[in-house]
């Protein structure tokens, strides 16, 4: 099966800092898609990239499906005490063994220090 | 992007009792799934939960254990059986946003805890 890995593990960052995580597959994906976990909570999709190249900015977000369709980084600009939390990044190929099913990189915990 | 209701929100269970779970939502979505989060982990699929026939389960998650119902295109429940402490998990529904989009979203989750 597919397989992610996601760096880094922990972050520990100063407020208004930006962050940079990335995701690498040993697989070609078609979809990557990067969540947020708060405590207590189910992830939160906040981008969705489906084409090689393609850079997507949602506010202070920006993530970007790489050329090569195996790798996929998200940053977060000026960094704020409400970024805290756990980013995962997912990634999909769409096959006919396993068709639409996500695989998600093992999480980033993000803290912001004051 | 659907809402999805998930209940309960968080349960601490006897041993090898039974609990289910259901995943209500407010749109009609044609896939729905079952995930576990382990404690400091990351999401593993259990299920695919198929409406109006049995679930697809993923490799190391069998129906007696995990059984799941998808009677219509809005509503699935997922019961974990003859609970040990080691299902303790987050156990998380989650849906495709719209027919032919690839977006997965999820609900609250639901905290499990065997005692």
């Known amino acids: 099966g597919q397989q992610l890995n996601q760096s880094p593990q922990s972050m520990f960052i100063q407020e208004g800092e930006d962050v940079s995580m990335n995701c690498t597959s040993s697989s070609i994906f078609n979809t990557w898609l990067w969540y947020k976990q708060d405590p207590g909570e189910g992830p939160v999709l906040l981008i969705a990239l489906y084409k090689a190249g393609e850079l997507t900015s949602n506010g202070r977000l920006t993530a970007q499906f790489g050329i090569t369709r195996k790798d996929s980084f998200l940053n977060i600009s000026a960094s704020i005490p409400s970024d805290v939390g756990i980013y995962f990044c997912?990634?999909?190929?769409?096959?006919?063994?396993?068709?639409?099913?996500?695989?998600f990189g093992s999480g980033t915990q993000l803290t912001v220090l004051p | 992007s659907a809402v999805i209701s998930q209940k309960p929100s968080r349960d601490i269970c006897q041993r090898g009792t039974s609990l289910t779970i259901q995943c209500q939502v407010d749109?009609?979505?044609?896939?729905m799934f079952w995930y576990r989060q382990q404690p400091g982990q990351s999401l593993t699929l259990i299920a695919t939960a198929n409406q109006g026939s049995e679930a697809t389960y993923e490799s190391g998650f069998v129906i007696d254990k995990f059984p799941i119902s998808r009677p219509n295109l809005t509503f699935s429940t997922l019961t974990v059986s003859n609970m040990s402490p080691e299902d303790s998990s987050i156990y998380l529904c989650?849906?495709?946003?719209?027919?032919?989009?690839?977006?997965?979203?999820f609900g609250q989750g639901t905290r499990l805890t065997v005692v």
């Open positions: 997912a990634g999909r190929v769409i096959s006919s063994g396993s068709a639409r099913q996500l695989t």
């Open positions: 989650s849906v495709e946003g719209r027919l032919g989009n690839t977006e997965a979203f």
């Open positions: 749109s009609q979505v044609t896939m």
